[in-house]
């Protein structure tokens, strides 16, 4: 009897980590009243929320149903609070993080598929990709959103240099974007253990390279 309730015991804390460890697919913990603007001067107030796994923001309408913005391309910005988000020429969308020099982050997810266990518990089994390639493989109706969970939230920043906004996140992409400092950025990168999953030390960064 001793032993079954140290299993049940394991069991229960084993399913309370996988539990606390998911994250839902969209960036903010709640939809949250925002703002859209549009190209031609409109302005909408809805809940929204960002799909790390889509790419994309979702709104919920009078109705309470989910949807997708049926013209994302007439989008200028989205407010959400004090933060706000631009449209980036791949359909998604990134915050600004400063505005000069502009310097923008767009986030996306790893995604899981959660798996069924006994007693209706949930657990999470091989990966199933990241934003870029994820509907690539899949049509959005046969892929069931709710089943996914986000393990990992990526960076890729935008950085404008001489009136262009170049994309990097990895070191080595950043020094391309100045080859001319290569030197100098990589024996500041080195010094400053710059993490390129960290924002502030990315401000800091970029703010050195065009400094």
């Known amino acids: 009897m001793r032993q079954l309730i140290i299993i049940l ?3 229960l804390g084993t399913l309370k980590v996988f539990a606390q460890t998911e994250q839902k697919i969209y960036l903010f913990p709640e939809f949250t009243d925002a703002i859209v603007y549009y190209k031609d001067g409109r302005a909408f107030q809805v809940p929204i929320n ?10 919920i309408d009078k109705d309470k149903k989910k949807k ?18 631009l449209p980036t020429s791949g359909g998604g969308a990134a915050e600004v993080i400063q505005s000069d020099p502009k310097l923008l982050v ?3 997810g790893y995604a899981r598929r959660k798996k ?18 994820l509907y690539s493989n899949a049509s959005n109706s046969a892929l069931n959103t709710e089943e996914l969970v986000v393990t990992n939230i990526n960076y890729e920043f935008h950085i404008e240099t001489n009136k262009r906004m170049k994309k990097f996140s990895t070191e080595k992409q950043f020094l391309k974007i100045f080859p001319k400092q290569k030197v100098k950025l990589k024996q500041y990168m080195d010094e400053n ?18 400094s």
Do not use: H, M, W
Not at 50 to 59: E, V
Not at 193 to 210: G, T
């Open 116 to 133: 069924n266990l006994p007693y209706g518990g949930k657990t999470e089994t091989a990966s199933v990709g990241t934003v870029s390639n």
């Open 106 to 108: 767009q986030y996306s």
């Open 68 to 85: 997708e913005f049926s013209d994302p391309e007439l989008v200028i910005s989205v407010k959400i609070s004090d933060r706000v988000f």
């Open 9 to 11: 015991t394991v069991c």
């Open 193 to 210: 253990k710059i993490d390129f999953r960290s924002i502030e030390q990315i401000i800091k960064l970029c703010n050195y390279a065009l």
């Open 50 to 59: 960002y799909d790390l796994i889509g790419g994309q923001f979702i709104f």
